[in-house]
């Protein structure tokens, strides 16, 4: 049994690693970086670019606009006049799960973000993606009622910036795999 630790068994091992590694290595290609093979990196940020984020009422629906139109451009605002268009439809809420007997308080609180969200391409007004994403983020409740409220606003926070990662996944994939 001396060629299981042997140096020439470990030699061998880790030279078939590296072969491996060698023969895999131009499988992959980047999603969002740039790729000199394929050039899909590029041509990705540029489509992403292309979206318009139509305008959401509320706190909660201008903070999910805001975090996508930054997902999608990487900060150089919402364009205007874009090939698509990204409709979304919000549902939040918050469940309880925990309760303190005695004072008949909550101790901890999840705060639901359900998102339905639709693109559309301008040029013939179809939709072109419908997709849900889902958020739930889960907190601890304060006996101090400013401390919990904003509490929940940060979850809020949390949570929409949850959902346009999502979205912005989603997105990707479609722009990566239409014809």
Known sequence: MWWRNSTISKAWKGLGV???AGTLGGC??????????FGAGAKLRDDLRQVE???IQGRLGQE????????????QGNPVGAPYKLAITITAGSQTPLVDV??????SEIVVLD?????????????????KALARISIDRSQQ??????AVRDAQNRAAKLVAEQIRSRLASYFLTRT
Request: proline share 2%; glycine share 8%.
């Open 102 to 107: 005695a004072s008949g308080r909550a101790t």
């Open 28 to 37: 992959f290609q980047p999603m969002y970086g740039q790729s000199t093979l």
């Open 53 to 55: 984020v139509i305008e």
């Open 145 to 150: 009622r400013y401390a919990g409220m904003r």
């Open 115 to 131: 998102v339905i969200y639709r693109v559309y391409d301008v040029s013939n007004d179809k939709i072109v993606l419908s997709e």
């Open 18 to 20: 590296l072969v491996l």
């Open 64 to 75: 999910i606009r805001n975090d996508l139109i930054f997902e999608l451009t990487g900060g």
